[in-house]
Each structure stands twice: as structure tokens, then as C-alpha cells.
């Protein structure tokens, strides 16, 4: 059973930054699609960033690219995210999922039978 440890969620002011990172275990998948998703209370899920395992092809929300960076350790089957000038907007728990196979973008992190999702991290920014 494919689990995913989530870390890095916190509270920081506007502007600042916090670093996510997601560790995947208990999977022998070949390739992956892996990043997160985030959700506001009354709002949609939303996919923020994803990475393909094999090329390292990576994919971002429009919210936020020149923010954030996704990138992976193949060798620790972990995922990063860094989040820089960080917006109240940016408020919410973020998630982290993967999907076995090829990466098409964000759509694959809201796919309805992703592989694996993890508990959540709460993101906090205040303005």
C-alpha cells in the first residue's frame, strides 16, 4: 500500500516562505506523477505543482509560477516544494498525491482514483 508522509506546513507572514517535502513508500511503480494539491475552506481543490519521476518534467499552476518550485530525489522517492513570496491567497491545506504512470500535468493530481494522497499540511500566511 503506497503511503505518503507529509512535512513542512507552518505560519509565516506575507512574503516569506516555507519548504513542503513528501516521502513515498511502499510502491514499486516504474514512473510516478507527484506533487500537490491544495484546498481553501468553501473552495475547489486546486492543482499547485507536479513532477515525472522519469524526466523530471515539471508542471505549475499559473498562481503560482516564478513562486514555487517542485523538484525530487529519486534515490529518497521524496518530493519538494519551495514555496517563496508566499500570498494570504496561499492559505490553505495543501496535500500531497501521486499516480503511477505518466505525468499530464496537473489534471493527473486531480485525478478521482490517484494512487495515493496524504493527510495534508496546513499552509498559513498572513498579510
Known amino acids: 500500500q503506497v503511503q505518503l508522509a507529509e512535512s513542512g506546513g507552518g505560519s509565516v507572514q506575507a512574503g516569506g516562505s516555507l519548504r513542503l517535502s513528501c516521502s513515498a513508500s511502499?510502491?514499486?511503480?516504474?514512473?510516478?506523477?507527484m506533487g500537490w494539491f491544495r484546498q481553501a475552506p468553501g473552495k475547489e481543490r486546486e492543482g499547485v505543482a507536479a513532477i515525472y519521476s522519469t524526466t523530471g518534467s515539471t508542471y505549475y499552476a499559473n498562481f503560482v509560477k516564478g513562486r514555487f518550485t517542485i523538484s525530487q530525489d529519486n534515490a529518497k522517492n521524496t518530493v519538494y516544494l519551495q514555496m517563496n513570496n508566499l500570498k494570504p491567497e496561499d492559505t490553505a491545506m495543501y496535500y500531497c498525491?501521486?499516480?503511477?504512470?505518466?505525468?499530464?500535468?496537473?489534471?493527473?493530481?486531480?485525478?478521482?482514483?490517484?494512487?495515493?494522497w496524504g493527510q495534508g499540511t496546513l499552509v498559513t500566511v498572513s498579510s
Open positions: 511502499g510502491h514499486t511503480f516504474s514512473s510516478t506523477c
Open positions: 498525491a501521486l499516480d503511477r504512470g505518466i505525468c499530464v500535468g496537473l489534471a493527473t493530481l486531480l485525478s478521482s482514483d490517484l494512487d495515493a
